[in-house]
């Protein structure tokens, strides 16, 4: 269950209130977010907030945060960096091109750009799937890649050796799995729900508009203008629990304590998480 810690929050937002695309909780106890084409700041735990741009090319926009394995890195319209905490400087990774989402699945990099899935080997980072389009997020399991691509989802299975097209007519931005169900979200703010049996269908939840979809743990939570919703089943029929209203919030991360929450209006927000 999340409460709202009033005191935190106060302290999280105090001259702070950017227009935030994305948080992640670094190393369990570092805050890293990401105002929108502002770079990136930092906050330790008894610190203040401050920029860490050293190593980001100008103009920089990120688009995703991302923590494997206690590194970060950031996905930004100019490439995919990597960030040195103890020099606070941010390293290019050699992928010259946007980037959307990252992941490392068994050794191997692999990156979603405006020209497809790319993967990095010892000869650097090749071009691996849809080229002709741009890809926005994945999932990788030993069956199944899926891919949020910019006109629905592409599934490639291993068994067969085949890519199976899924047109909606539109992009698809963030993807995840809820008891074994396909989930994205749209270009236009719907959710994206897969039937198990090939189909999918699109879900408008009235005066909502999604931004991001986030799996955290065996959860999963839909990031909207109208705040912060857990993913459930009621009857059979996929809904969304409210989890914290009152904002518009683009991204969360959290740990064993907190969970953050980038918001477009009013910050960093906190919530506690009870036991």
């Known amino acids: 269950m999340l409460q709202r810690s009033q005191k935190d929050d106060k302290n999280d937002n105090d001259n ?160 995840a799995i809820y008891q074994g169900h396909i989930l994205g979200v749209t270009e236009d703010g719907a959710l994206l729900h897969g039937d198990k049996k090939g189909g999918f269908e699109q879900i408008r939840f009235p005066h909502l508009f999604l931004f991001s979809i986030v799996t955290k743990g065996t959860e999963v939570f839909v990031c909207t203008d109208r705040g912060l919703y857990r993913v459930g089943y009621i009857r059979n029929q996929v809904t969304l629990i409210s989890v914290r209203l009152g904002c518009p919030v683009t991204d969360i991360d959290c740990n064993a304590e907190s969970l953050y929450m980038a918001t477009l209006f009013q910050g960093i927000q906190r919530m506690e998480r009870d036991s």
């Open 16 to 175: 702070f209130l950017f227009h935030f695309s994305s948080i992640k909780i670094l190393k369990n106890e570092t805050l890293v977010a990401a105002p929108l084409g502002s770079g990136v700041f930092l906050k330790h735990k008894e610190g203040d907030w401050q920029g860490v741009r050293h190593g980001l090319p100008e103009g920089v926009h990120v688009n995703r945060l991302i923590v494997q394995e206690s590194q970060l890195f950031a996905c930004a319209n100019k490439g995919l960096f990597k960030f040195d905490l103890e020099s606070e400087r941010w390293h290019d990774t050699e992928l010259a091109i946007g980037c959307y989402q990252y992941k490392d699945y068994y050794g191997v990099s692999w990156a979603a750009t405006p020209y497809g899935l790319w993967s990095r080997s010892h000869h650097g980072w090749q071009k691996a799937a849809y080229t002709h389009a741009k890809v926005y997020d994945f999932l990788m399991y030993p069956q199944y890649f899926i891919l949020a691509i910019e006109s629905g989802v592409a599934i490639y299975d291993r068994l067969i050796n085949e890519w199976m097209d899924f047109p909606i007519g539109q992009g698809v931005t963030g993807l």
